[in-house]
């Protein structure tokens, strides 16, 4: 889940709940190998881990290099406890100003979990697995398009 970025940023202002920083800290100490292995074995094309330039910026780096785009659900986004508090509170952690410059937006993370593109047909089956293993967060965000002449990669709905 995203808002490790806005939360130690409201800890660092002691304007954090415990109870927040410590389900973000447990969600950052799961290691992220087994699920590259489960990603694998459904097959991912590609996959990376959601750090400093957050989901979006990430999600740009991977659809250039594939030349296609992507719609997402903002909906389905996994979200830390607290998280949504504090970035309404316009708490945003130190790197937000150069994201939103760079047009990479939604919070910047430390020790983030894997963003993969999974072929559709595989993609629910690989979700149940995921959580099966402990990846309790799992959620299938968007779909990746063919690529249109637009200004924007994404879609954000």
Known sequence: PLGTGTLFAADMRHRAKGRWIAAAIQSMLQSN?????????????????????????????????SNVEAEIDLNAVPILDGA?????????????????????????????????????????????????????ASAIVGTVLPRHERAEMITLG
């Open 84 to 136: 949504e508090q504090t970035m309404r509170a316009g708490i945003l952690s130190s790197l937000q100003p150069q994201n939103v410059r760079l047009r990479r937006v939604i919070d910047p993370q430390t020790a983030g979990g894997l963003l993969a593109g999974v072929p559709a047909e595989r993609a629910d089956a690989c979700v149940t697995e995921l959580r099966a293993r402990g990846y309790l």
């Open 33 to 65: 190998h087994d699920a590259a292995r489960c990603l694998l074995a459904h097959q991912a094309t590609a996959c990376t881990d959601v750090t400093g330039f957050g989901l979006l910026g990430h999600l740009v780096e991977m659809l250039q290099a």
